[in-house]
């Protein structure tokens, strides 16, 4: 008996694996809508071997959708998002965007730069979000597509004028999504500019890694002993401050819903977690700085990262208005969550935060990984 289980058992596993191997890297594109200035937009699926697969459009270079497997090998797509263009142009909270030129807040939408100050729109309160009114997440990108023998890639590209949104510089950006068949979604960020100009590009997606309606039940680590506490219109009030014995302690996994309603002040300010935490190892390249695990289904999370800092924004915003894409209900708060690598809020105001300005000349450079994995 003992014989005909390990051969049964021996067949099942060379079929699931024999499937498994059989998938192909490929990428498929499909046109995904026009936008509201009459600019087609197009939607990649990049596919690996190992049966995930990662759909990107040519609007914002949002992410629309990332299917992972979870310990069982049941698929789900962990990324929150919309069915149609027109809601990601109309009413997005930035789902999925890339953003630039200048990802998270500069306070008052002022900076100087060699004693020249630039102002930028207040699109957030008295302060300046995400690129303002029309950033990276609302433009549409170039696309190129490239098959190596371990992954698949799509290359976009978009030349940010001189004095767009305010920021001074033609700036010409290039950003490479890559799906490799160990599950890591890369993501590389190029860009070079023709005068002075401050950056600071990061990847906007909400992930939800399980079936539950919010993320309260997932554990997080975040890589870092300190964070930036902020004002009440979250503007970093300058110092870098030890995380330890507070709420906003992820050195080890923790459940993200065992403090968050805590009463702090910073939560106060953030309707939660809404910060920017000082990454350890600073200065070494690419490393891991956060982990995210769902429990119940198995599935992780961890990104790596060269860049100095990360934002772990809990979804406090997200207000039930929002129609869900793989469903008739809608995304209640706390849905879903991001973790956006990137330089320190309000950085080009801070001397004493790491710059985020590019010279000409300069080549600007940053790598973020997003690998998925089950634990048993
Ligand atoms: C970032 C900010 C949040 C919020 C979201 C978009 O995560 O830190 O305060 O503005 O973007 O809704």
């Given at each position: 008996?003992?014989?005909?289980?390990?051969?049964?058992?021996?067949i099942?596993?060379?079929?699931?694996?024999?499937?498994i191997?059989?998938?192909?890297?490929?990428?498929e594109?499909?046109?995904?809508?026009?936008?509201?200035?009459?600019i087609?937009?197009?939607?990649?699926?990049?596919?690996n071997?190992?049966?995930?697969?990662v759909q990107i459009?040519?609007?914002?270079?949002i992410i629309?959708?990332?299917e992972?497997p979870?310990?069982d090998?049941?698929?789900?797509?962990v990324?929150l998002?919309?069915?149609?263009?027109g809601?990601?142009?109309k009413?997005?909270?930035y789902?999925g965007?890339?953003?630039?030129?200048?990802?998270?807040?500069?306070a008052?939408?002022?900076f100087k730069l060699?004693?020249?100050?630039?102002?930028?729109?207040q699109?957030?309160?008295?302060n300046?979000?995400?690129?303002?009114?029309?950033?990276?997440?609302k433009?549409?990108?170039?696309?190129?597509?490239l098959?190596?023998n371990?992954?698949a890639?799509l290359?976009?590209l978009?030349?940010?004028?001189?004095?767009?949104?305010?920021?001074?510089?033609?700036?010409d950006?290039?950003?490479i999504?890559?799906?490799t068949?160990?599950n890591?979604?890369?993501?590389?960020?190029?860009?070079?500019?023709?005068?002075?100009?401050?950056?600071?590009?990061?990847?906007h997606t909400?992930?939800?890694?399980s079936?539950d309606?919010?993320i309260?039940?997932?554990?997080l680590?975040?890589?870092a002993?300190?964070?930036?506490?902020v004002?009440?219109?979250?503007?970093?009030l300058?110092e870098l401050?030890?995380?330890?014995?507070?709420?906003f302690?992820?050195?080890l996994?923790k459940?993200?819903?065992?403090?968050?309603?805590?009463?702090?002040i910073?939560?106060e300010?953030?309707?939660?977690f809404?910060?920017?935490?000082?990454?350890?190892e600073?200065n070494?390249?690419?490393?891991t700085?956060?982990?995210?695990?769902?429990?119940?289904?198995?599935?992780?999370?961890?990104?790596?990262?060269?860049?100095?800092?990360?934002q772990?924004?809990?979804?406090?915003?997200?207000?039930?208005?929002?129609?869900?894409?793989n469903?008739?209900?809608?995304y209640?708060?706390?849905?879903?969550?991001?973790?956006?690598?990137?330089?320190y809020?309000?950085?080009?105001?801070?001397?004493?935060?790491?710059?985020?300005?590019l010279?000409?000349?300069?080549k600007?450079?940053?790598?973020?990984v997003f690998?998925?994995t089950n634990?048993p």
């Amino acid at each position: 008996m003992r014989k005909i289980i390990f051969i049964l058992s021996t067949i099942i596993s060379f079929i699931s694996c024999k499937k498994i191997l059989s998938k192909k890297i490929m990428i498929e594109k499909n046109p995904f809508g026009i936008t509201k200035d009459g600019i087609p937009v197009d939607q990649y699926t990049l596919n690996n071997k190992s049966g995930m697969k990662v759909q990107i459009i040519t609007y914002g270079g949002i992410i629309t959708a990332i299917e992972v497997p979870d310990r069982d090998g049941k698929v789900l797509d962990v990324t929150l998002g919309f069915k149609k263009l027109g809601d990601y142009e109309k009413r997005s909270p930035y789902f999925g965007a890339l953003i630039g030129r200048y990802g998270n807040r500069i306070a008052n939408g002022k900076f100087k730069l060699d004693g020249k100050e630039y102002n930028l729109v207040q699109n957030d309160g008295e302060n300046h979000l995400h690129g303002g009114d029309k950033g990276f997440d609302k433009v549409v990108w170039t696309a190129e597509t490239l098959i190596l023998n371990d992954s698949a890639q799509l290359k976009l590209l978009y030349q940010s004028k001189d004095m767009e949104e305010g920021y001074p510089g033609n700036l010409d950006v290039e950003v490479i999504y890559r799906l490799t068949n160990d599950n890591s979604i890369e993501v590389e960020y190029k860009a070079a500019t023709d005068k002075k100009t401050v950056l600071n590009l990061t990847q906007h997606t909400y992930f939800n890694l399980s079936e539950d309606k919010n993320i309260l039940n997932h554990k997080l680590m975040i890589n870092a002993d300190k964070y930036i506490p902020v004002d009440e219109n979250l503007i970093p009030l300058g110092e870098l401050v030890s995380v330890n014995g507070s709420p906003f302690d992820f050195k080890l996994l923790k459940t993200i819903g065992k403090d968050i309603e805590d009463n702090h002040i910073q939560l106060e300010r953030g309707g939660g977690f809404d910060h920017c935490w000082v990454l350890n190892e600073q200065n070494i390249g690419l490393r891991t700085s956060a982990i995210l695990l769902d429990p119940a289904s198995g599935r992780q999370m961890e990104v790596l990262t060269d860049e100095p800092g990360i934002q772990f924004y809990s979804g406090n915003f997200l207000d039930g208005s929002l129609p869900m894409k793989n469903s008739d209900f809608f995304y209640e708060k706390r849905s879903g969550l991001c973790l956006e690598t990137q330089h320190y809020p309000n950085s080009p105001n801070e001397p004493s935060f790491p710059t985020v300005e590019l010279n000409p000349g300069e080549k600007y450079y940053s790598k973020t990984v997003f690998k998925f994995t089950n634990r048993p």
